[in-house]
């Protein structure tokens, strides 16, 4: 009750406008997202109902934005998301049918200062989400993993200089922990929602270029502290280096993008190292009916090899996100973790049409393939490098500005990387969506 009684006066004493605060420019939103979803055989590529389930989730938000001045802002959301299962086997067998209404907790909460000391400098403190601003996700993305896509916020202080029309130098701090022990917390559970295999901290230097001539470039440097005492290959204590780029040129039609990163440091008493990096090749065809858009690339990820005392396997830091598939980020689960991408090969090809104005219809075909043959894990791996095929479906509709709608469709046809008796998977997902 203490906890809920310091909610209430934190966000009155945020979002209240008072008269001595005429000035203030208070606006406010909420966000509804209804998710249907049914998984079968995604962790082990057993067919069995151990690892189904068919369930509805509900995600809401509530924002709040004070524009004391067009320099400084104060921005906070709270979001919830609960679950309905309609069939969910727990481990021994057991059936579950329940609903979970789970917690309310401080999605953002950060203060944004433009020009600070009238300098080109900007500044974000707080709880902040970086969603598809540093090089398409391939690093920073996600720093709540564990929770789905309830949250992807980080515990953050960045500054960002910018030096002139077309340069920027971001600085960021990153204190992400494995509960959430910073803010108060309405429904708090036992045991707590996890956000993350272990407590994390992070230091970042990401310099940004600005598309000119149609040549875009990016570069950065990451320090990662990782605690021991996790999961997968977050069972010991990391301190990991990673320098790359990220760079992209548009030459209408076509468009030639790409990235590059290696990764140094310790992993235990073990050095670590990786290499991870992707190259894509998009044509668009404007002067066509339903204007297609087709893409083809090839990423990489490094992955451990068993038989020498380094680990050589590639760790994404904060991108455990669906980047490339819902359904293989969760088959992850019993080789390096949950959303752990590593010791992969893939070639990507996609297509999308827009048949009219709101309706956009997207195909993807991957091939995966292993680098290494990892040991000890929780599903048998047969002598192969060939972890299966994937092809992808997805559909969306704009109904308005403010609602859209898609079905994704995700079907996994396991290779020789999977025992002899593994059997397909399959990932089903209808979402709708409101804006206000």
Same mark, same amino acid.
């Given at each position: 009750?203490?906890?809920?009684?310091?909610?209430?006066?934190?966000?009155?004493?945020?979002?209240?406008?008072?008269?001595?605060?005429?000035?203030?420019?208070?606006?406010?939103?909420?966000?509804?997202?209804?998710?249907?979803?049914?998984?079968?055989?995604?962790?082990?590529?057993?067919?069995?109902?151990?690892?189904?389930?068919?369930?509805?989730?509900?995600?809401?938000?509530?924002?709040?934005?004070?524009?004391?001045?067009?320099?400084?802002?104060?921005?906070?959301?709270?979001?919830?998301?609960?679950?309905?299962?309609?069939?969910?086997?727990?481990?021994?067998?057991?059936?579950?049918?329940?609903?979970?209404?789970?917690?309310?907790?401080?999605?953002?909460?950060?203060?944004?200062?433009?020009?600070?000391?009238?300098?080109?400098?900007?500044?974000?403190?707080?709880?902040?989400?970086?969603?598809?601003?540093?090089?398409?996700?391939?690093?920073?993305?996600?720093?709540?993993?564990?929770?789905?896509?309830?949250?992807?916020?980080?515990?953050?202080?960045?500054?960002?200089?910018?030096?002139?029309?077309?340069? !920027? %130098?971001?600085?960021? #701090? &990153?204190?992400?922990?494995?509960? $959430?022990?910073?803010?108060?917390?309405?429904?708090? /559970? *036992?045991?707590?929602?996890?956000?993350?295999?272990?407590?994390?901290?992070?230091?970042?230097?990401?310099?940004?270029?600005?598309?000119?001539?149609?040549? !875009? %470039?990016?570069?950065? #440097? &990451?320090?990662?502290?990782?605690? $021991?005492?996790?999961?997968?290959?977050?069972?010991? /204590? *990391?301190?990991?280096?990673?320098?790359?780029?990220?760079?992209?040129?548009?030459?209408?039609?076509?468009?030639?993008?790409?990235?590059?990163?290696?990764?140094?440091?310790?992993?235990?008493?073990?050095?670590?190292?990786?290499?991870?990096?992707?190259?894509?090749?998009?044509?668009?065809?404007?002067?066509?009916?339903?204007?297609?858009?087709?893409?083809?690339?090839?990423?990489?990820?490094?992955?451990?090899?068993?038989?020498?005392?380094?680990?050589?396997?590639?760790?994404?830091?904060?991108?455990?996100?669906?980047?490339?598939?819902?359904?293989?980020?969760?088959?992850?689960?019993?080789?390096?973790?949950?959303?752990?991408?590593?010791?992969?090969?893939?070639?990507?090809?996609?297509?999308?049409?827009?048949?009219?104005?709101?309706?956009?219809?997207?195909?993807?075909?991957?091939?995966?393939?292993?680098?290494?043959?990892?040991?000890?894990?929780?599903?048998?791996?047969?002598?192969?490098?060939?972890?299966?095929?994937?092809?992808?479906?997805?559909?969306?509709?704009?109904?308005?500005?403010?609602?859209?709608?898609?079905?994704?469709?995700?079907?996994?046809?396991?290779?020789?990387?999977?025992?002899?008796?593994?059997?397909?998977?399959?990932?089903?997902?209808?979402?709708?969506?409101?804006?206000?």
């Amino acid at each position: 009750m203490n906890r809920i009684k310091y909610l209430v006066v934190t966000f009155v004493l945020i979002f209240l406008p008072i008269s001595s605060f005429a000035e203030v420019d208070l606006k406010t939103g909420a966000y509804l997202r209804l998710r249907h979803e049914y998984w079968k055989n995604i962790f082990d590529q057993e067919n069995s109902a151990k690892d189904n389930r068919n369930y509805f989730r509900v995600k809401s938000s509530l924002w709040g934005k004070l524009a004391f001045s067009d320099k400084v802002t104060l921005y906070s959301k709270l979001t919830d998301e609960f679950k309905a299962y309609a069939y969910y086997m727990q481990p021994g067998g057991k059936k579950r049918m329940n609903f979970d209404i789970d917690e309310v907790v401080f999605d953002n909460l950060y203060l944004d200062i433009k020009n600070f000391l009238d300098l080109p400098l900007d500044l974000k403190l707080g709880r902040q989400d970086f969603l598809s601003t540093y090089g398409e996700g391939f690093l920073i993305m996600d720093g709540t993993p564990l929770d789905g896509s309830r949250t992807f916020y980080f515990n953050s202080a960045k500054a960002t200089w910018r030096i002139d029309s077309i340069n !920027s %130098l971001d600085l960021l #701090y &990153i204190k992400s922990e494995r509960e $959430d022990d910073t803010l108060p917390i309405i429904n708090k /559970k *036992t045991p707590h929602q996890q956000l993350n295999t272990s407590d994390e901290e992070a230091g970042v230097l990401y310099w940004k270029r600005d598309s000119v001539d149609n040549f !875009s %470039l990016e570069g950065y #440097y &990451i320090f990662k502290i990782e605690d $021991d005492g996790g999961a997968g290959l977050q069972a010991q /204590k *990391t301190e990991l280096n990673t320098i790359g780029s990220f760079a992209k040129y548009s030459f209408e039609p076509w468009t030639l993008k790409g990235q590059l990163a290696y990764q140094f440091g310790d992993y235990g008493l073990d050095d670590r190292e990786g290499l991870g990096g992707y190259v894509f090749v998009d044509r668009s065809f404007k002067d066509i009916a339903w204007f297609p858009e087709v893409s083809g690339g090839f990423i990489y990820l490094s992955g451990d090899d068993a038989s020498t005392s380094k680990n050589e396997a590639w760790d994404p830091l904060f991108s455990r996100w669906p980047w490339m598939s819902e359904l293989y980020s969760l088959s992850f689960n019993g080789e390096s973790g949950l959303d752990y991408w590593t010791n992969l090969q893939m070639w990507r090809s996609s297509l999308v049409l827009r048949p009219t104005d709101k309706t956009k219809f997207s195909l993807w075909y991957n091939f995966l393939m292993a680098n290494e043959i990892p040991a000890g894990t929780s599903f048998s791996v047969d002598s192969g490098k060939e972890r299966g095929h994937l092809p992808q479906m997805r559909l969306d509709y704009s109904f308005n500005k403010n609602i859209n709608a898609y079905i994704l469709a995700e079907y996994f046809i396991p290779g020789n990387f999977y025992s002899d008796e593994a059997d397909s998977s399959l990932f089903l997902r209808t979402e709708l969506s409101f804006k206000f």
